[in-house]
C-alpha cells in the first residue's frame, strides 16, 4: 500500500515523535542534575559512571526497545506507544523524589525501559504512515521533537540554578506530567494500516514471516550496518548528552556555559533538521548528505582533542556538531531502521538493534567519568576514532531508498 499525506498524517507524527522529546528531556535532565545529586551524596566517578549506564540513555532503554520491539510487531504499534508513558512517568517520580543514590538509579531504569519501548513503536508508526515521498520528513519531526526537549531543559534549567537540586526535581515533574498527558492525547490515534495489513494476511492463512526472518543473512547485514554506523556515532552522542555539563562544571568553564552552550548545541541542530534534514533527505543523494555530516562531526570532535576542552573551543566545537547533527547518524538511523525491514519484523528489528546500541553505551558509559577526569586529550581521541568508523561504514553501506514505498523497497532486497 501506499501512504498518503494530509494534517492527519503529520499529526500522527507529533504525536508519536513526542516520544523523543521526553527521552531526550530525561537525559539531559538528567546530566543537569550530575554535579548537583554528586555533591548532595558524595557520589564517586564510578557510581556516576553507573547512573549513566543504567540510564535512559543507554541499558534500561536497550533493554526496553528489544522488548517493546517485540510486543510492537504481535500486538500492534498503538498498545505500546498508547501505555508505555504512564509506565514512564511512575518511573520520573522517583527522580521527583530522590533522596537516596539507589532511588536514582531505579528511577533511571524504569524511565529508560519506557522510552525504549516507545523508539520502535513510535519511529515504526511514522514510517508507516508517512508518505512515500515525504517519510524522511516525518522522521525528521520525531529528531526535531528530540532535539527539542534538550533545548527547553537547558534553558530551563539555566533559569533554575538558583534553586539547586529542588530545581531539577521541577524539570522532572514537567515530564512527568507531558508523559501523562501524551497517553491521553494518543489514544485517539489509529492503529498503522500496515501492520493491521500484515495481520489480516496472517488471520487469512497467507504466507507471512516472523522474527525468525531476522536471521536471514540479508536482514543480519542491515542489523550490522546500521549497530555499526548508529552504534559507534551513539558512543559519541551519550558522552554529549548525559555527560557534557558535568564535563563542563569539572573543568571550571564559567557557570553559564553548563546548562547554555549544550541547549546551543541542540538549537543548532533544530535548525539543521529543519533546513537540510527535512528538506532535502527525500529528494537527494542520502549518502552524499551523510557523508558531509561524517566530516564535519570529526572535524568538530577532533578540534577538541588538539586544543583541548578550552571554553572558545568548545564553542566553536557545539556550532560544528549542532549543524552536522541534524542531518547525520541519528536522523538517518531512524529513517534506514524503518526502511530496511518488512512491516512483519519492523519493530523486532529496530528494537534489536536500538538494545545493541544503548547497551553498548551502558557499557562505554561506565568508564567515561574516570577518563574524562584523569585524560579528557585521550578520551577526545578515542571519540574522534569512533565517529570515523561510523561515517566510512555510512559511506560505504549506506541504501538509496529515497522516494520509495517501503513495499518496494522491500521487493528491491528480495
Known amino acids: 500500500m501506499a501512504a498518503t499525506g494530509g494534517q492527519g498524517s503529520w499529526r500522527n507524527s507529533i504525536l508519536a515523535g513526542l516520544a523523543n522529546y521526553i527521552d531526550a528531556g530525561s537525559i539531559v535532565s538528567g546530566s543537569v542534575a550530575l554535579a548537583l545529586w554528586k555533591a548532595q551524596f558524595g557520589l564517586s566517578e564510578g557510581f556516576i559512571g553507573l547512573i549513566g549506564a543504567f540510564s ?4 534500561s532503554a536497550g533493554v526496553g ?16 506507544y498508547q501505555y508505555d508513558m504512564l509506565f514512564y ?20 531504569v524504569l524511565v529508560g525501559l519506557a522510552v525504549g519501548a516507545d523508539i520502535p513503536a513510535s519511529w515504526s508508526l511514522i514510517a508507516e ?21 534538550p533545548v527547553a531543559v537547558l534553558v530551563a534549567a539555566y533559569l533554575l540554578r538558583p534553586f539547586g537540586i529542588a530545581g531539577v526535581r521541577w524539570l522532572f515533574a514537567h515530564l512527568a506530567v507531558l508523559a501523562v498527558a501524551l497517553t491521553f492525547l494518543r489514544s485517539r490515534m489509529e492503529e498503522s494500516e500496515r501492520w493491521e495489513d500484515v495481520q489480516a494476511a496472517r488471520r487469512a492463512g497467507a504466507a507471512t514471516i516472523d522474527w525468525r526472518t531476522l536471521f536471514a543473512p540479508r536482514y543480519l547485514g542491515a542489523i550490522a550496518f546500521l549497530a555499526g554506523m548508529y552504534g559507534l556515532w551513539n558512543l559519541w552522542a551519550g558522552y554529549n548528552g548525559f555527560f557534557t555539563p558535568y564535563l563542563i562544571a569539572q573543568n571550571h568553564l564559567p557557570e ?45 570532535m577532533a578540534l577538541l582533542a588538539i586544543f583541548g576542552f578550552r571554553l572558545e573551543i568548545v564553542i566553536l566545537h557545539i556550532v560544528i556538531m549542532g549543524v552536522a547533527g541534524g542531518f547525520g547518524a541519528q536522523s538517518f538511523f531512524q529513517l534506514w531502521s524503518a526502511e530496511l525491514f518488512p512491516t512483519a519484523i519492523r519493530s523486532t528489528a ?54 520509495k514505498s517501503l513495499e518496494a523497497i522491500e521487493r528491491a532486497r528480495a
Not at 89 to 107: D, E, N, R, T
Not at 129 to 149: E, I
Open 129 to 149: 504512515q508517512a508518505p512515500d515521498t515525504r517519510r524522511g520528513a516525518h522522521s525528521g519531526v520525531a529528531q526535531l521533537l528530540w532535539y527539542l526537549g
Open 65 to 80: 526497545a528489544l522488548l517493546g520491539g517485540i510486543l510492537c510487531d504481535r500486538f500492534g504499534r498503538k498498545k505500546i
Open 350 to 403: 529496530q528494537g534489536v538493534t536500538f538494545a545493541i546500541v544503548r547497551i553498548g553505551l551502558g557499557i562505554w558509559s561506565l568508564a567515561v567519568p574516570s577518563l574524562a577526569a584523569h585524560d579528557f586529550t585521550t578520551l577526545a581521541w578515542i571519540l574522534t576514532g569512533f565517529l570515523v568508523a561510523s561515517g566510512l561504514i555510512g559511506l560505504i553501506w549506506a541504501p538509496r531508498n529515497e522516494g
Open 56 to 59: 535512559a540513555n543507554a541499558i
Open 256 to 300: 553559564w556555559t553548563a546548562t547554555m552552550l549544550p541547549a546551543s548545541y541542540f538549537l543548532i541542530g533544530m535548525v539543521s533538521i529543519l533546513t537540510i534534514f527535512m528538506t532535502l533527505s527525500d529528494r537527494v543523494n542520502q549518502r552524499l548528505l551523510f557523508g558531509i555530516s561524517a566530516a564535519l562531526h570529526v572535524l568538530g
Open 89 to 108: 512517568a511512575f518511573g520520573m517520580l522517583w527522580l521527583v523524589f530522590a533522596s537516596a543514590p539507589w532511588m536514582i538509579v531505579l528511577g533511571f
